[in-house]
């Protein structure tokens, strides 16, 4: 491999703060994300884009950061794990997730809790067919789906309640 490959300068907004880096057209968004931000709750579970762990939100719409090299990025208003939370308190869908027991080991509960805030982001009332297909990404191998799914509902519950 080359050594001296040139740099491209990139602008994202990550979690409300703005970074302006060069870099290496082949780094992956999820190797960014984690290595030049140390924003360590997006996850790298397959590097296939099959487990949905490393999903993040980027211009609204979920995104499988191992599949977005951090350049194509540029300009893009990202939303990781992280910025679920605000000033210390866990974000409605953290503690759906807490309350439902929804996560076992936690690998794949960052993905899930980014999928769960696009879906409630654009219906605020999911059917449960509408809740499958905004998980269908995402893999959890420790559990059957069925805290998660309640899980989402409870978050949905209290959104529509607020």
């Known amino acids: ?11 994202l907004n990550v979690n409300g703060k703005t970074y302006v880096r060069n870099l290496e057209p082949r780094l992956l968004l999820v190797e960014f994300l984690r290595e030049e931000l140390d924003l360590t709750g997006t996850h790298v579970g397959c590097d296939t884009t099959y487990c949905g762990a490393c999903t993040v939100l980027m211009n609204g719409a979920a995104v499988k950061s191992c599949t977005v090299f ?27 997730f807490g309350d439902s ?4 080991c936690g690998y794949c509960t960052p993905g899930l ?4 805030y696009e879906l409630l982001s654009h219906n605020k009332q999911p059917s449960d067919k509408q809740i499958r297909k905004a998980i269908a990404g ?13 899980a989402i509902q409870l978050a949905a519950q209290n959104r529509t309640r607020t």
């Open 138 to 150: 995402n893999t959890c191998r420790c559990t059957g789906y069925q805290n998660i799914f309640k």
């Open 113 to 116: 809790l980014i999928s769960t």
């Open 70 to 96: 951090a350049v194509q990025a540029d300009g893009a208003e990202i939303l990781t794990v992280e910025g679920l939370e605000k000033d210390g308190q866990l974000h409605p869908i953290q503690k759906a």
């Open 101 to 104: 027991y929804g996560l076992q």
């Open 1 to 11: 491999m080359p050594e001296n490959i040139e740099k491209i300068s990139v602008k």
